[in-house]
T-cell receptor
């Protein structure tokens, strides 16, 4: 049971390039989330999904798109990367229900030049 | 939306001392309050959580208290050890259609000196 995994671990992009971050979970969780972490700002929710085929916007969705074609995978896309998207990205998942724990992946560090 | 404030931003203690981190939240509908520990280069890991129908919860050296009236909650670590050094985050989540979305505080860097 690997829990939540993220690919890649680290990536450098040039402004305007695109990329996709992959999150995978093997816990059969319905809910999945993408956060970004910036110094002094905690973690902020980008997008989330409450089940296969569903997505919704979080607190800071601009410049990102997501897809949840399979229950175990949640993809975060950057169509045209900007330096302001330099951050550490974390994926999390949890079961449905009341007041349940979110489990986080190890993170993807992204540098946009 | 929900807003969570966390203090202090940095905390330095001697091994064996206690450490206290405090958070306030704005949305009275929030009902779930987890605390996460993040070590360097890793993802956040849940260390303890508290639900709105409970005022206090303890797990070995870690305890969390919740004051719903004042809308604040605190993390208490007793007998600190060097391996407690990390960044700690509080968070809050509401019920209903919140779908478990968490709003995080800004984080506290805890350093425990041997």
């Amino acid at each position: 049971n690997a829990g939540v995994t993220q690919t890649p671990k680290f990536r450098v992009l040039k402004t305007g390039q695109s990329m996709t971050l992959l999150c995978a979970q093997d816990m059969n969780h319905e809910y999945m989330y993408w956060y970004r972490q910036d110094p002094g700002m905690g973690l902020r929710l980008i997008h989330y999904s409450v089940g296969e085929g569903t997505t919704a916007k979080g607190e800071v969705p601009d410049g990102y798109n997501v897809s949840r074609l399979k229950k175990q995978n949640f993809l975060l896309g950057l169509e045209s990367a900007a330096p302001s998207q330099t951050s550490v990205y974390f994926c999390a998942s949890r079961v449905t229900g009341y007041q349940e724990t979110q489990y986080f992946g190890p993170g993807t560090r992204l540098l946009v030049l | 939306g929900e807003n969570v404030e966390q203090h202090p931003s940095t905390l330095s203690v001697q091994e064996g001392d206690s450490a206290v981190i405090k958070c306030t939240y704005s949305d009275s509908a929030s009902n779930y309050f987890p605390w996460y520990k993040q070590e360097l280069g890793k993802g956040p890991q849940l260390i303890i959580d508290i639900r709105s129908n409970v005022g206090e919860k303890k797990d070995q050296r870690i305890a969390v208290t919740l004051n719903k009236t004042a809308k604040h909650f605190s993390l208490h670590i007793t007998e600190t050890q060097p391996e407690d050094s990390a960044v700690y985050f509080c968070a809050a989540s509401g019920g209903g259609t919140s779908y478990g979305k968490l709003t995080f505080g800004q984080g506290t860097i805890l350093t425990v000196h041997p």
